[in-house]
């Protein structure tokens, strides 16, 4: 079923945007969404077939920002003005990074140590979180130009060590870019999802994801439970990556083909060239026996072994950090049911081989490494969207859930979609002088009319102390927690009395059902405007009607017979409307009525103050 929404403002159907899975990687970014029809995620792809978006941003001469491979040119001949790895200094101050800043070849700003850190480039000073903004935003005109529609609501991944300073500048980064990030979810997390692993809400599993990247590695052992993550331990190297591998096999080139350091130092473009030959080989080694290439016109041949020997002292350090992640985990080897592969570097025939001997397993490696965090993040959007029925219950409100007030209206408390755990809550107040109770009626759909929707309990708050009508408090509040049950609770405020219930809002609801809800409010969405306008008006009316009838009653004596005539007429005409007018002609009659009034109730008025005021002279 393809999602519809309602434009409030015109009240028709519009194709509802769709929420995209953003993975904002160190050295690659790139989207994903959920495929309509085969609802498998897919990663979203230029003409060219290219999917990854290299996280790096170049400022031209001219003042021009570009984003992507285009600016991946200029890390060697510009690098002062190429921006690489970013999401390092996500949410980081110079204290942070003083110790890395070798390995930046941009300029990183330390005039105040302890605030966050800034990025110079010429005469400008850029923030991570605006520079990762420039990322994000290419994303968003990138998956607009494929989708051909509006991007703005997203998920985006970040690793599970990241603190709330760096989950903060992640959604500033976002908000920044233009877009509204409904979730943080974890790398770790985003890739099980993408394998279907917590998608099961019976099966408690514990889960080893490995993630090696351009430029770091990381581990999180992770169990899930009843659909809910959690992150066990995490370990890694946040300078240990596939660019190592790149550094090993270049200073291998050097020495093949006879070039000095301080040559290279010398010439750029030769080092450029030496960088992307070293990086071309390895991703042929994954795939052939020998790697045969020209470099600085000279043949050079380099074999699986060859790079094998390279690689296993950084392989070996991996390995150290999934024994350290088993142990502040507190487990073994043998705890551990899945094996996760993530990351470009995974696609290292020795990098699978040696994880999958240590953990002693077959590991999850049929989809593509470098897109399993990003089509993980269009699982969580899928779910976030409401369209994954598996994950419907648990993780959000499928239905809004509210109360009943004046005139059988639906006032929502828990719109539809709120993350669960979710709260909250709203005051009301009694219609009638000395009421001593009030009926809570809680509902459950989209309607604007309590009938239309679905009754979940009801319940009267009972005790409320005797008050002129709208003086009690009453704080009706609404909270979902993490097992989907509804707890309602009504307090009056100024005496202390409350009462609560709790219902299982889906109970016995049906996915069809739920869906069924859906499609009636939107099919209904513009009637039900309309008869919300009215039914506030008719109550506006009574409630003018009872209140003015109360005045004359008390004032009757002080009312001209011609003041009373026309208040009584004003008021049979909007009590004959209540019941066969319309919004428009009722609010004509209230303001007819009131016209009427106002002359004799703010002459009362006065000859009530007049009074207070000589009473007061009289006491003195
Ligand atoms: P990150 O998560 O850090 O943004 P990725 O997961 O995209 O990074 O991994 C990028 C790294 O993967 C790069 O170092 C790249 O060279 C490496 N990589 C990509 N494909 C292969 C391959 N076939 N063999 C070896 N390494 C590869
Ligand atoms: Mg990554």
Do not use: W
């Not at 991944?157 to 959604?171: E, G, I, L, S």
């Not at 052992?221 to 370990?235: A, K, P």
Request: hydrophobic letters at 40%.
């Amino acid at each position: 079923m393809a999602k519809i929404a309602i434009n409030i403002a015109t009240g028709s159907l519009q194709q509802e945007e769709m929420i995209v899975g953003i993975d904002l990687g160190t050295t690659n970014s790139l989207i994903s969404i959920i495929h309509p029809e085969s609802k498998r995620p897919i990663v979203l792809k230029e003409y060219d077939g290219a999917a990854l978006v290299p996280s790096i941003v170049h400022f031209g001469q001219a003042g021009n920002i570009t984003v992507g491979d285009d600016a991946k040119k200029y890390l060697i001949a510009e690098p002062e003005n190429t921006i690489f790895s970013v999401k390092r200094l996500m949410g980081k101050s110079y204290n942070d990074v003083q110790q890395q800043t070798n390995f930046f070849t941009y300029k990183i700003i330390d005039d105040n140590s302890e605030s966050l850190v800034k990025i110079q480039v010429g005469e400008k000073f850029y923030s991570p979180v605006e520079l990762s903004s420039f990322i994000l935003k290419e994303l968003k005109i990138r998956a607009e130009h494929i989708l051909k529609t509006t991007v703005t609501k997203v998920v985006i991944t970040v690793p599970a060590y990241f603190n709330d300073a760096q989950r903060q500048a992640t959604r500033d980064a976002g908000k920044l870019a233009g877009l509204d990030v409904l979730r943080i979810v974890n790398e770790p997390t985003a890739a099980s999802l993408a394998y279907g692993l917590g998608l099961n809400k019976d099966e408690t599993k514990t889960i080893a994801v490995y993630d090696l990247g351009g430029g770091t590695f990381d581990i999180s052992i992770l169990r899930i439970t009843s659909g809910i993550f959690e992150v066990l331990s995490t370990n890694g190297n946040t300078y240990l990556g596939g660019d190592d591998f790149d550094a090993s096999i270049a200073s291998f080139i050097m020495e093949k083909i006879g070039v000095s350091n301080d040559a290279l130092n010398q010439n750029k473009s030769l080092a450029q060239e030496i960088r992307l030959k070293a990086e071309e080989a390895k991703i042929e080694l994954s795939y052939n026996n020998e790697f045969e290439g020209v470099v600085d016109g000279k043949v050079l041949l380099i074999t699986k072994n060859e790079f094998e020997q390279l690689a296993t002292p950084l392989i070996a350090e991996t390995i150290q950090c999934c024994k350290n992640a088993l142990t502040d985990a507190n487990l073994t080897i043998a705890d551990i049911d899945e094996v996760i592969m993530v990351g470009g570097s995974t696609r290292v025939p020795l990098v699978k081989k040696t994880v999958s001997e240590f953990f002693n397993k077959t590991v999850h490696d049929t989809l593509n490494p470098d897109e399993v965090v990003a089509m993980g993040a269009a699982v969580q959007a899928d779910i976030l969207a409401g369209n994954n029925k598996d994950f419907l219950l648990l993780d959000i409100t499928p239905l809004s859930l509210g109360i009943e007030t004046m005139g059988g209206l639906m006032d929502v408390l828990i719109p539809r979609n709120s993350k669960v755990p979710s709260k909250a809550a709203r005051q009301y107040t009694t219609q009638k002088d000395g009421q001593g109770s009030m009926r809570i009626s809680v509902f459950q759909g989209e309607r604007d009319l309590i009938k239309d929707n679905r009754k979940l309990a009801e319940f009267n708050l009972t005790g409320i102390p005797g008050m002129p009508a709208g003086l009690p408090k009453v704080e009706v509040s609404f909270l979902v927690n993490a097992d989907g049950i509804l707890v309602v609770n009504a307090k009056e405020l100024r005496s202390g009395v409350e009462q609560s219930v709790e219902v299982r809002p889906q109970y016995g609801l049906t996915d069809e059902e739920v869906e069924k809800m859906l499609l009636d409010s939107i099919t209904h969405a513009k009637s039900d405007i309309q008869t919300r306008a009215l039914v506030e008006a008719q109550t506006e009316a009574t409630q003018i009607i009872d209140t003015t009838n109360l005045f004359i009653q008390k004032n009757n004596d002080l009312l001209t017979d011609n003041e009373l005539a026309d208040t009584n007429d004003a008021i049979n005409t909007l009590q004959k409307l209540i019941v066969n007018g319309n919004k428009d002609n009722i609010q004509a009659a209230i303001e007819k009525l009131n016209e009427i009034s106002r002359p004799y109730a703010e002459r009362l008025m006065d000859s009530a103050i007049s009074k207070a005021m000589k009473g007061k002279n009289i006491l003195e």
